[in-house]
């Protein structure tokens, strides 16, 4: 339950219909096995304590007072179990018959939930049956206990104030007003549904796409359970396709024919999060819904979830190559537009070998496509300094040659050694002075290439270097339009890695692989044997860690303790422990003593869901303090 993770459990018994005796012995015995992997919420199907497919025997008595013994019967077996528990069964009040959801926690019936909507139409004949939910919450008399019934139930956890659990049955999701809906409004983070879905040919996609969607709608995580073998195949089916969704994504899926139980970590305080930060998520108010507070023991979540090591990229390479294509295409009709608002022809960038520079080359090559414009009125500035080696050097320029854009040489070495003597500088001193001199006279060339030929300078830095302040202000921090602004370093790769894929150029495919095969480097430093003498990533840390931690930092809203505990999980095997908690800390010291950096950037496209533009979605004071974040740090 740390850091507001809650290993969850949806379960589909092996059912025999209408014998209540057998699926409560089954549904306890999953309770044993969710018990022992530490769940501490379990949802089991519809009417899972009769099986859904009783047809008209649910009109016998008989079968209701086995299903009513049954039910007490389940909780005092579980009033040890440290969980809440949901199970279904027909129950009688008021004169008409429910499809109810019980609620279960420590041996207690907690509360009675109808079904809302009630399908009558195909297959289903529920109807016939059942009576839908009344409008009121009422009380029924169980065991001697006064237990609510009514479908504005809120259970809530006092020792997880993030949790609260709220039930609905089935069709009840399938309609155009959910009851979830005005669940999640009231406040519920958790939605769960016990279902008895039957399998047709293409439902199961149907079905995923409803519980992904109705989670990212509420922003919530949907537990769903579902019938599956042993139910009556007189007319039909039972798959028991059991999902957990969060926030549009499904955590676990079960195989169809499988009765499988999934079980998945719940990140509510991600959820609470989220719905904090959408202004268009309104306060819980929960109006005429009655709470019910049930206990959880505090104890240690062992987190099975997986975490991607690299969360800027989907983890299917088809879908990689789908979103390279849709990010290039963002950043090459955000450039499109500035030119034509611009009436711009000619565009200006530096060009060094290294991954910035050339994916900016690409996407400016692609915008001048867009735009019907000759590639030679690009013009790629090379301009050698102390460090530059000749393998950066060839590939900067026969890159430019392939793609067909002018190349221009200007070398910097003159220039800078003329500066430093006018400032005083020891030009064997090589200090921060004598790196930022060298970005600064190529930003002011290509500025005052772009004022002579009337081009754009376009800017060449990613979001990571945004993010660690890696770059020379007003050197190249600064241009016209930077295409690259909210694209992460590990996300540049790919897309290089794409273009040289699909190119169909040989020539140019091979080009752009040595490019990604190079040391990220800005090469301000002299070479040692004509190699690179100054890597980025022995400085400031592994990109792959950094974007790691600036993602769940500003997406997911996640304090450092967090984002050290999941990194350790997603980079294990990679990096030590130490190594770890040493760059994270750096990252943290770093992204908030540059942000002044971050406060003048120029325009460019926000081509995902982590962006640091101050005109969109990062403002935050240039000189904030970062004490709260280090002092929980020096606590690990």
């Known amino acids: 339950m740390r850091d507001g993770f809650l290993k969850a459990a949806v379960g589909t018994p092996k059912t025999a219909v209408a014998d209540c005796r057998k699926n409560a012995d089954e549904i306890l015995r999953l309770i044993g096995e969710m018990e022992q992997r530490k769940a501490k919420l379990m949802v089991f199907p519809e009417l899972c304590i009769t099986g859904y497919t009783c047809g008209d025997l649910f009109w016998q008595k008989a079968l209701l007072e086995a299903a009513r013994e049954e039910l007490l019967r389940i909780a005092v077996k579980t009033k040890q179990t440290d969980a809440l528990i949901f199970v279904g069964l027909p129950f009688a009040y008021g ?46 008399i169980l065991d001697g206990k006064k237990v609510p019934f009514g479908t504005r139930l809120l259970f809530a956890c006092p020792e997880m104030e993030e949790l609260t659990v709220a039930a609905e049955i089935c069709e009840d999701l399938w309609v155009p007003d959910p009851p979830s809906i005005h669940h999640a409004l009231a406040g519920a983070t958790v939605l769960v549904n016990l279902s008895a879905s039957d399998e ?12 992904a969607g109705q989670s990212a709608r509420l922003v919530c995580a949907y537990l769903y359970a579902t019938a599956g073998e042993g139910e009556s195949t007189t007319d039909l089916v039972f798959g028991g396709q ?38 268009t998520f309104p306060a819980a108010e929960n109006g005429d819904y009655r709470k019910i507070a049930f206990s959880l023991k505090k104890e240690e979540t062992a987190l099975e979830r997986y ?21 290039l295409n963002i950043q090459a009709m955000g450039l499109k537009k500035r030119l034509e608002h611009v009436h711009g022809t000619h565009a200006v960038l530096g060009i060094s070998g290294g991954l910035d520079s050339t994916l900016a080359l690409l996407v400016t090559a692609r915008a001048f496509d867009l735009l019907g414009l000759p ?81 754009l300078v376009i800017g060449t830095g990613d979001l990571s270097e945004l993010a660690l302040g890696w770059a020379t202000y007003n050197g190249d921090h600064m241009s016209m339009y930077g295409v690259n602004g909210s694209v ?11 273009w ?89 010291w770093r992204f908030f003593s540059q942000q002044f950096k971050r406060s003048c950037l120029p325009d460019g496209p926000k081509v995902g869901s982590v962006a640091l ?16 974040w280090m002092d929980q740090l020096e606590r690990l």
């Open 375 to 455: 590639r030679d009125q690009i013009t790629a500035v090379t301009m050698p300094g102390f460090g530059t080696t000749d393998r950066t050097y060839q590939n900067a320029c026969e890159m430019t040659r392939q793609l067909g854009a002018t190349l221009k040489e200007v070398d910097i070495r003159e220039a800078v050694t003329i500066h430093f003597r006018d400032i005083g500088h020891d030009s064997e001193v090589h200090d921060v002075t004598y790196e930022n001199a060298q970005a600064r006279e190529r930003t002011q060339v290509l500025m005052d290439i772009a004022n002579k030929n009337g081009g």
């Open 500 to 588: 040289a894929d699909t190119c169909g150029e040989e020539k140019l495919s091979a080009i752009l692989r040595d490019v990604l095969d190079t040391p990220v480097s800005p090469e301000l430093l002299p070479p040692r044997d004509g190699d690179i003498a100054q890597k980025t990533e022995d400085l400031v840390g592994p990109y792959e860690l950094h974007d790691f931690f600036l993602y769940y930092m500003m997406r997911a809203g996640y304090d450092p303790a967090k984002i050290y505990r999941i990194a350790n999980l997603a980079f294990a095997g990679v990096y030590e422990e130490e190594t770890i908690l040493k760059w994270l800390k750096k990252f943290y």
């Open 95 to 140: 004169g008409k018959l429910y499809n109810i959801a019980a609620a279960l926690n420590h041996g207690a019936v907690l509360g009675l939930i109808p079904k809302t909507h009630l399908p009558n139409y195909g297959e289903f004949y529920e109807a016939r049956q059942f009576a839908p939910a009344p409008e009121e919450t009422g009380e029924v």
């Open 200 to 211: 047709v040919t293409g439902k199961d996609r149907y079905r995923r796409n409803l519980v």
């Open 613 to 628: 533009s101050p005109r969109g979605d990062w403002r935050m004071p240039s000189d904030a303090c970062v004490r709260v």
């Open 242 to 279: 059991n999902l957990i969704g969060e926030n549009g994504q499904i955590l676990a899926e079960g195989k169809r024919f499988g009765n499988k139980t999934l079980y998945a970590d719940l990140d509510l305080s991600y959820l609470t999060g989220e719905r904090r930060r959408m202004t």
């Open 307 to 327: 975490f991607s090591p690299h969360p800027f990229l989907p983890d299917d390479r088809h879908e990689v190559e789908e979103r390279c294509d849709e990010i």
């Open 488 to 498: 992460p370093k590990t996300l540049v790769r790919h897309l290089v890695n794409y």
